[in-house]
Every structure is written in C-alpha cells, then in structure tokens.
C-alpha cells in the first residue's frame, strides 16, 4: 500500500507538531465541538518533514498541534497533543476555503506525503489540460492534513517489540519453520502495541473526531476532503458521522466496502499477478530478441518464481515493466551462478554487459538493474519485512499477504 502510494509522490500540506509532547494529560479546558481551540502553527523543521520540500515551498508549508481529548466520551481521561500540516493557498486574494487530506495505511503519515502533492500541483501550468486544474487548487485552497494519532508530529504511539527473527517471507519461503517465525513475530508485536496506554484511544472514530475539531479551529464551512486506500474509510466515517459539515469528497482507491479486509487481501495477489502480467511479462514475451526472455511466459514465469529467496523478496514486487522483469532476472542468474549477492559485484558484472541490441532498451534495463542492485544493504540485501513490522501491525499483514506480488 504504502510503496505504491510513495511512487506517486502527491500534495503538500502543513504539519502540526511538538518534538517533545506528553502522551496525554489531564486538566486542560474542556473541550466542545463550538469551541475547538486554536491550532499552534510554526514553521516545519527537518525532523519533521524532509528539507528539499521545507526549501522548496517555504513559508506556504506548516506544522501545527492542537490540544484534543483522549476520548470524547470520557473527557476526564484527559489530552492527547494532534499534529496537523499545512500547505496555504498560493493567492491568498482568491482562496476559497481548505480540502484535507489522509493518505491511508492505516499508518501513512501526511508529513510524508503532503509536501509532494503541494509541491506538484504548485509547480504545474495552469495551462495544461489535465494538471491546470491542480494548480488552480493549490492557488485557491489550504492543503491540510490531520495526522494520524500516535504517529510522528504528535503524541506519539510506540509497539514495544523484541527485535523481529529475520526471516523470509512467508509468501516465498512456506517452509513451516518460517511461516511458525512469522506468527510468532506478529503476536509478540500485537502484544507490544497493546502494552502502549495510547493503545485503545488510536482508531478511526478518533481520528475523525480529530479531523472535525481541526475543520472548527480553522473555521471552515465544511469536510472537504480528499483520501487514498484507507483513507477513503476515513472520509465515508467522517460523512457518517458528521453529514452535515460533510462537503465535496474524492475517494481515490477505495475497497470494496461490502467485504471483509481478509477478502481484500486475498483478491490482491490475483490482482497484482494480472497486473504484472499486462505491463511487464506480456510486452517482454512480445519482443524476445529486444528483452532476451523468450516468448514462453511459463518458461519465464518459471524462472520468477525460481529467483533466490532474497532477490525475489526484494525485487518481485517491484516489477512492473519488460525492462524491470529483464533486469531483475538477469541480476537473479548472476546471483544464482556466483553465490556472491552484494551491490559491489553486482554492479561490477553489469560494467560492459549488454542487457539488449537495442540501445534504449539496454540503458532501460540497465537502469533497472542499478536501481535493484541498490537495495544491497551493508553488502547484501535487506529482508523486507522487518521495516514494514514497524509500521503498522495492520500494513505488515496485508503486505505479507501481498509481497510476492502474486508472482507464485
């Protein structure tokens, strides 16, 4: 989810946050729906969002917090410190208002994303058919973006964990020891995020009702709201739960609603194989002296699912283009054939290799296979999972169900 979602690099927004916030606290001002506090803003810092947007949109783009109650339902729990990002309207003369912003995951934090989306659709020509339109929003809207609770820019929400055992992925090594290693992983990291006293106060309901006090603080008529993957949840419980301050709404990516989240994770491997094979594997076998992988897709397919355990964990999923697939192919033989798997010799192998006749296609694959022998972490490559395990216990399944890319 989050992979895909990072490619299309999107918005800009501002960010609300305190790098040193109590988890909660008690004996604040009571709360009302009429009377929503004011949002802190401040300038965005580098331990919040990455410096390049920071430079590039300037004073447009701010962090923010705000004050909001562990649970509306029990006010004396107490606060939990919100983060918030902004990206302000670029003619101030014409705005019109401010259209939030959540990214998905759950986990996706907007201090990642929304700098992006402010930065392209700031910088496109107002001209243009298509991405006009874009710019006309920036000029005229705030790009907001409420985060997520426990997440960083606000109180934050740590999963208290033993280290991970380093195993391969479940979906590409099924020995029962390894898929045993997983669980057991899996349990012990649900069991440390229970553990945090944040736990219970995380979920959809309150980040909703986050969402409604931050559209009061900053005295808008209105939900308007874009969200992606998850975040389309999001936005149709915030219409359910607030119908009438519910303005225009784009759900980009959105599940099928009517089913369970099991059933979504099990239809996308079938997904993700029709997908691989419509981009990458067809256009390859249609062209086998422009690629070199033949115009057998079993013979080709074969060879995916035969790539060493690393290189297919690491590289499978990636796989959306001929010169992807040839790239990582040739780089699994090489591995394969010299047991010898780290970016040094990888890259020494690729030094005069031709991966096509056909000068574009080669510098495509060529640039593929850089790129994969880049994942090469301290000599060799990562194992995949272990980052995503601290994400999110709710990515980190879905992500084991799919990280195969249905290549099996």
């Known amino acids: 989810m989050n992979a895909s979602l990072a490619r299309r690099a999107p918005t800009l927004v501002a960010l609300a946050v305190s790098l040193a916030v109590p988890c909660y606290s008690v004996g604040a001002p009571a709360l009302t729906e009429s009377a929503a506090p004011a949002i802190s803003?401040?300038?965005?810092?580098?331990?919040?969002?990455?410096?390049?947007?920071?430079?590039?949109?300037?004073?447009?783009?701010?962090?923010?917090?705000?004050?909001?109650?562990?649970?509306?339902?029990?006010?004396?729990?107490?606060?939990?410190?919100?983060?918030?990002?902004?990206?302000?309207?670029?003619?101030?003369?014409?705005?019109?208002?401010?259209?939030?912003?959540?990214?998905?995951?759950?986990?996706?934090?907007?201090?990642?994303?929304?700098?992006?989306?402010?930065?392209?659709?700031?910088?496109?020509?107002?001209?243009?058919?298509?991405?006009?339109?874009?710019?006309?929003?920036?000029?005229?809207?705030?790009?907001?973006?409420?985060?997520?609770?426990?997440?960083?820019?606000?109180?934050?929400?740590?999963?208290?964990a033993d280290e991970a055992t380093g195993g391969h992925d479940p979906t590409v090594d099924l020995a029962d020891w390894n898929w045993a290693g997983f669980v057991e992983d899996a349990q012990a990291y649900a069991a440390g995020c229970a553990a945090d006293p944040l736990h219970p106060h995380v979920g959809t309901l309150q980040h909703v009702r986050d969402m409604e006090q931050a559209r009061l603080a900053l005295h808008e008529p209105v939900m308007n709201f874009v969200g992606i993957s998850y975040g389309t949840w999001v936005g149709a419980f915030y219409a359910g739960t607030y119908p009438t301050q519910t303005g225009r709404m784009v759900l980009d990516s959105v599940m099928n609603y009517s089913g369970t989240f099991q059933g979504q994770v099990a239809m996308e491997p079938d997904e993700r194989q029709a997908f691989f094979e419509r981009g990458a594997l067809r256009p390859a076998i249609a062209a086998p002296a422009v690629y070199g992988l033949g115009s057998d897709a079993a013979v080709v397919l074969a060879r995916v699912q035969n790539m060493p355990h690393r290189a297919r964990e690491a590289w499978a999923p990636l796989i959306d283009t001929p010169a992807q697939l040839a790239a990582a192919l040739t780089l699994a033989d090489w591995i394969r054939d010299s047991g010898d798997e780290t970016q040094k010799a990888l890259l020494a192998r690729m030094q005069g290799f031709r991966f096509s006749t056909h000068p574009a296609v080669d510098n495509e694959i060529r640039g593929a296979a850089i790129e994969f022998a880049a994942t090469a972490e301290g000599g060799r490559m990562p194992d995949p999972i272990s980052p995503i395990l601290s994400i999110s216990p709710c990515i980190a399944l879905s992500y084991a169900a799919t990280r195969s890319g249905g290549m099996t």
Not at 84 to 112: C, E, M, S, T, Y
Not at 134 to 140: E, G, Q, V
Request: glycine share 14%.
């Open 41 to 160: 803003w401040q300038p965005c810092v580098p331990e919040l969002v990455d410096k390049n947007f920071i430079d590039a949109l300037g004073p447009r783009l701010e962090c923010g917090t705000m004050p909001a109650l562990l649970d509306k339902d029990a006010p004396s729990l107490g606060f939990v410190t919100v983060g918030l990002v902004r990206f302000k309207a670029g003619d101030p003369a014409q705005r019109r208002g401010a259209i939030f912003f959540n990214f998905g995951g759950p986990g996706g934090n907007p201090l990642d994303f929304l700098p992006g989306f402010g930065y392209l659709w700031s910088t496109r020509s107002l001209d243009h058919p298509l991405d006009g339109d874009k710019r006309r929003l920036a000029d005229r809207y705030d790009l907001v973006a409420v985060i997520p609770r426990g997440l960083r820019g606000g109180s934050r929400f740590t999963c208290h």
